[in-house]
């Protein structure tokens, strides 16, 4: 697949710019303010817990731009469109494909689980064990949460309500419903579409200045968690923190690795290109912050645009490996600790169980305790009350979760466009690599369906036709995207 624009043809006609210097790269700050914080935080504890206004003002600025841009994305992508079947054809893949992943995930944890068997010879007793307020609320969650709730909540009770309590899912229901009603406006929602990609642009502008300060909410971030949580718990259970940090990169370099080396890519270089986007999820121990970079930089290597945001943000709570792997390793280590049985049909009860759970706590604070105590609570022979065994090291694992979950999603948005046949797999190759491309020809003409009918208010059927954008000035044409730029 070809893409050839005049602006393309200009830009590499012209000479390559040169590489920002490695102490410029936004990677490289952010991975010193890491380290910087984790010094900061296990010397002086009582300052790196007061640096934690820094790390969540950051983290709330960055999901200040997700639900926008999230709703910008997938309704540009559907309304511009000239067939919706392919729309809900892609989701349909995109779903099919998050449950196998997940699948291969949680019987990944259950392998490695049941191989080591950390949790012998604990001998907790569920009885006596102390729950923490914290953990109690979480608990009560999950044992009131029901597997058919993540359906029913997806509708919203209000428009506004999902952007500011930045419920993705609900955000997503409305993105696909309006762009749905959009693309059958025909014509006459073609000046919408054209305000909701300048929007776009916006918003993605936005984005690049608040990533100027990612150094700081890292720091900030990073200072606090070490401070607070010290190095104590991690010494102490280090043995299950191995584990699932062991369990985590075998799957990503052997099955995601695998379905990358089946589309003919490199996880390793699209990694590489993606740090960015990891040292935030390091700093930050949350992968909400990276998703706007990772729409954008899979958009610049070659999937198509309706596909990344339809994809993506689905995948950030329907795809979730490493909190997969997560939830079946640490359901068994509690049910080895308390000294709980499982027969092999029990734990393949308990994936199906988990299969279901954790999709209701997709989106919420503690989603993954929630999901864990569903899980018991619903299997009704592990104690829920043994979450406790591992409440305190659950921050420690927070990082990897997200990293891992960050990694499936980028690779699965990569498959889901490769099935549809629409994956640039040269230009992907070649970005990843680091070349240098030319811009994707998404931005110079928006596309809009035409009816063939005379009143523009009926649509029954439409074609695809194109309405050049305003002109762009020339200086603009080989500007890299937002997310390259140095700091």
């Known amino acids: 697949m070809e893409h050839i624009t005049t602006a393309g043809a200009a830009a590499t006609s012209r000479k390559a710019p040169n590489k920002t210097r490695w102490y410029r790269q936004l990677y490289f700050w952010v991975l010193t303010a890491i380290v910087v914080g ?23 600025a960055m999901k200040m731009l997700i ?17 919706l079947k392919k729309v809900g054809m892609t989701g349909l893949k995109a779903l099919t494909y998050f449950q196998i992943g997940t699948i291969c995930a949680m019987v990944f944890g259950l392998v490695a689980i049941n191989v080591f068997r950390l949790g012998d010879g604990v001998n907790a007793d569920a009885s006596t064990i102390k729950t923490s307020d914290s953990a109690a609320k979480l608990i009560d969650a999950g044992q009131h949460q029901e597997w058919w709730q993540f359906l029913t909540h997806i509708i919203p009770n209000s428009i506004a309500g999902p952007f500011v309590e930045g419920d993705i899912l609900q955000i997503i229901f409305i993105a696909v419903v309006f762009g749905i009603a959009l693309n059958a406006m025909g014509k006459v929602g073609a000046p919408v ?18 990533m100027k300060a990612a150094p700081l909410g890292a720091f900030g971030a990073m200072a606090f968690a070490v401070g607070k949580y010290g190095v104590s718990s991690l010494t102490s259970m280090g043995g299950l923190i191995a584990l699932f940090y062991g369990t985590s990169i075998l799957f990503v370099i052997v099955v995601l690795g695998s379905i990358m080396a089946m589309l003919r890519l490199n996880i390793f270089t699209m990694i590489r290109h993606l740090k960015e986007e990891y040292m935030l999820i390091l700093g930050t121990s949350t992968a909400e912050p ?9 958009e610049h290597a070659g999937v198509k645009k309706e596909t990344v945001g339809l994809v993506v943000p689905t995948g950030y709570s329907f795809n979730l490996d490493g909190a997969a792997i997560y939830l079946s390793l640490a359901a068994l280590y509690i049910a080895q600790a ?8 029990q734990q393949l009860g308990l994936l199906a169980v988990m299969l279901l759970t954790s999709k209701g706590a997709a989106g919420v604070a503690g989603g993954g305790f929630i999901a864990l105590t569903a899980t018991l609570t619903t299997l009704g022979t592990i104690p829920a009350a043994g979450i406790m065994l591992i409440f305190g090291i659950d921050k420690f694992m927070s990082e990897c979760r997200a990293l891992v979950n960050f990694t499936g999603n980028a690779v699965a948005t990569l498959v889901i466009a490769r099935w549809d046949r629409t994956l640039d797999t040269d230009r992907a190759r070649r970005v990843f690599a680091g070349e240098t491309v030319e811009p994707m ?47």
């Open 38 to 60: 984790i010094v900061l935080g296990w010397l002086a504890p009582t300052a790196g817990i007061a640096m934690e206004p820094i790390g969540t003002t950051f983290v709330n």
């Open 67 to 83: 639900g926008p841009i999230v709703f910008l994305t997938i309704v540009g992508g559907i309304a511009s469109v000239a067939d």
């Open 193 to 210: 579409l054209d305000g909701v990609q300048r929007l776009t642009g916006v918003m993605f502008k936005i984005l690049g200045f608040i």
């Open 290 to 298: 990276a998703l706007p970079g990772l729409m954008r930089k899979l």
């Open 338 to 345: 308390t000294n709980t049985d499982l027969t092999i049909g």
């Open 441 to 487: 020809p998404a931005d110079d003409a928006v596309v809009v369906p035409v009816e063939d009918e005379t009143d523009p208010l009926e649509a029954p059927k439409h074609s695809a036709a194109v309405v050049p954008s305003p002109p762009v000035p020339a200086a603009s044409a080989d500007r890299r995207p937002a997310y390259s730029e140095s700091i």
